[in-house]
């Protein structure tokens, strides 16, 4: 049995073409919730389908995942991984990631290696940035400290440890307060969530609003859909995803074959877990002996 982060199971999800596929039947909650587009929907329901039963959700939408080097990040382009050790340090550990500085990535692909084979052979030094930055500067001749990203590791804990009866009351009420909302805007941004309730990408698109009619101009519609995305459907997407792991796949458990088939790798760190521990007694050596034995 393998066990995935939330994230990596997420990212099945994202490597499906959905245009493909067509719509998947179904209803995302009980209760019927207005404000997602056709592609949120369709993701909600291949994450639902895909916890409920992994290996039919692979065998018709099997799509490998391709995770592409963008050159952007000194940790990028491998393979996710599956853990078959649910005590793994790396499935419940945070992950740091830092951005290539761009003065670095205009020299293009080779400039882009030689630094990220320098920063991991000094990586241990960011603790004492003068030094760091002074190395950096010695090596590539770049003043800058590359900017750190923390991922907080998605894990496969329950959200605040909510059950399903929690989580309903919580989807109830971000679903009761989006009405309330709505019912309490005035006419103008009434207006404006029946137009583009289901399209909050668009707050963050650097594109002008197609067949913008209103009183706001596209820098003031931004603004509130990314607000409406952040108060309501953001908190609603994350316990729909909590509720469908809680109702069909509580530990995000999964055969390895089918995670291969997908595109991942098995956790180098879970494998280390799984060899046998060497003991020695006077005079013998046993070698394929396991902690857990009974005597």
């Not at 209103?214 to 995305?229: E, G, N, R, V």
Request: charge should be positive; hydrophobic fraction near 35%; aromatic fraction near 14%.
């Amino acid at each position: 049995m393998a066990y995935l982060t939330k994230s990596n199971s997420l990212r099945i999800i994202a490597s499906i073409d959905f245009k493909k596929i067509g719509n998947l039947n179904g209803n995302v909650y009980k209760k019927p919730i207005y404000f997602f587009s056709y592609y949120e929907k369709n993701n909600l329901l291949g994450l639902k389908e895909l916890l409920r039963d992994p290996e039919n959700f692979i065998r018709e939408f099997y799509v490998p995942i391709e995770n592409k080097d963008k050159f952007k990040y000194v940790f990028e382009g491998g393979k996710p991984a599956y853990h078959s050790q649910h005590n793994c340090s790396r499935l419940n550990s945070n992950f740091k990631n830092f951005e290539i500085p761009e003065a670095i990535r205009e020299k293009g692909k080779t400039e882009v290696e030689r630094f990220r084979n320098w920063f991991k052979e000094n990586q241990y030094l960011l603790d004492k940035p003068d030094i760091f930055v002074a190395r950096l500067f010695t090596a590539f001749k770049i003043q800058v400290n590359p900017k750190a990203i923390d991922y907080d590791n998605s894990g496969v804990e329950v959200i605040d440890n909510l059950n399903l009866q929690e989580l309903e009351i919580r989807i109830n009420k971000y679903i009761s307060q989006a009405g309330q909302y709505f019912n309490n805007a005035d006419n103008e941004k009434k207006n404006i969530i029946r137009r583009f309730q289901k399209f909050t990408f668009l707050a963050y698109s650097e594109n002008e609003i197609k067949n913008n009619d209103t009183k706001y101009s596209d820098l003031a519609i931004k603004k509130f859909l990314k607000q409406y995305d952040a108060h309501f459907k953001k908190p609603i997407k994350e316990l729909l995803i909590e509720y469908y792991r809680v109702l069909h796949n509580p530990d995000l458990k999964f055969e390895g074959n089918l995670l291969e088939q997908l595109g991942f790798k098995s956790c180098n760190s879970c494998a280390n877990l799984d060899k046998p521990i060497a003991r020695t007694i006077p005079g013998k050596t046993i070698e394929n002996e396991y902690e857990d034995l009974p005597f």
